[in-house]
């Protein structure tokens, strides 16, 4: 089946330590996304790449950082700059090209820091 | 300045009742999409239907339906006969064509979303 995988879907880690989540697609999509979810809010875009080897700081970039060196991964490292790290991350998918592609999303890593 | 506005934190309603969810949008760009996402308590976004700018029909899928009113920018969700199973956070989302050409690269932009309860 095809789709967008996220690990692990809870992650601890204290204070000061930088932390990277996984997101693995095998939807042949050439876009893919990071996304922030605070509590009882919508998303925020942390990160995004269209090809390989290329990615753009979205809304909220700081402290955090990506790299996209195979077209079917794009990982996110929390770094300690992180003010407020703990949140709920989304990765998304989509081809590229046309206004009505939705993306396509993973199931989230809820990371906690403390 | 916010470009998706959901007015509606929440609501609850009746199971096998109709619910209209609010969604306003602010663009100057003529060619545009948008688009309505689920979200249920697991976490995972999960696309609903999309309507795009120039389309002439009102977009629907099952029991999904959107009232598109482009003069006011306007583009609510109706879910017809609710069902246990629609309780979830309903976001409304657009991506304007002028962000395809940029490098932003056609990036979705989300209101803060609408809780919706279903009551037996």
């Known amino acids: 089946d095809g789709g967008i995988t996220q690990s692990p879907k809870y992650l601890f880690r204290k204070e000061g330590q930088n932390v990277t989540l996984s997101c693995e697609q095998n939807l042949n999509h050439d876009a893919m996304y990071w996304y922030r979810q605070d509590p009882g809010q919508g998303l925020r875009l942390i990160y995004y790449?269209?090809?390989?080897?290329?990615?753009q700081k979205g809304d909220i970039a700081e402290g955090y950082s990506v790299s996209r060196e195979k077209k079917e991964s794009f990982p996110l490292t929390v770094t300690s700059a992180q003010k407020n790290p703990t949140a709920f991350y989304l990765c998304a998918s989509s081809i590229s090209g046309q206004l009505s592609y939705e993306q396509y999303f993973g199931p989230g890593t809820r990371l906690t820091v403390t | 300045a916010q470009k998706i506005t959901q007015t509606q934190p929440g609501m609850f309603v009746q199971e096998k009742e109709a619910v209209t969810l609010d969604c306003t949008y602010d663009t100057s760009d003529p060619s545009y999409g948008l688009f309505w996402y689920k979200q249920p308590s697991s976490g995972e976004m999960i696309f609903l239907i999309y309507?795009?700018?120039?389309?002439?029909q009102n977009a629907t899928e099952g029991r999904y339906s959107l009232n598109f009113q482009k003069a006011r920018k306007s583009a609510n969700l109706v879910i017809s006969a609710s069902q246990l199973g629609d309780s979830a956070m309903y976001f409304c989302?657009?991506?304007?064509?002028?962000?395809?050409?940029?490098?932003?690269?056609?990036?979705?932009?989300f209101g803060a979303g609408t809780q919706v309860v279903v009551t037996p």
């Open positions: 309507q795009g700018s120039y389309d002439q």
């Open positions: 790449s269209q090809i390989v080897n290329d990615f």
């Open positions: 989302a657009m991506r304007e064509w002028e962000s395809m050409t940029t490098d932003s690269w056609g990036k979705l932009q």
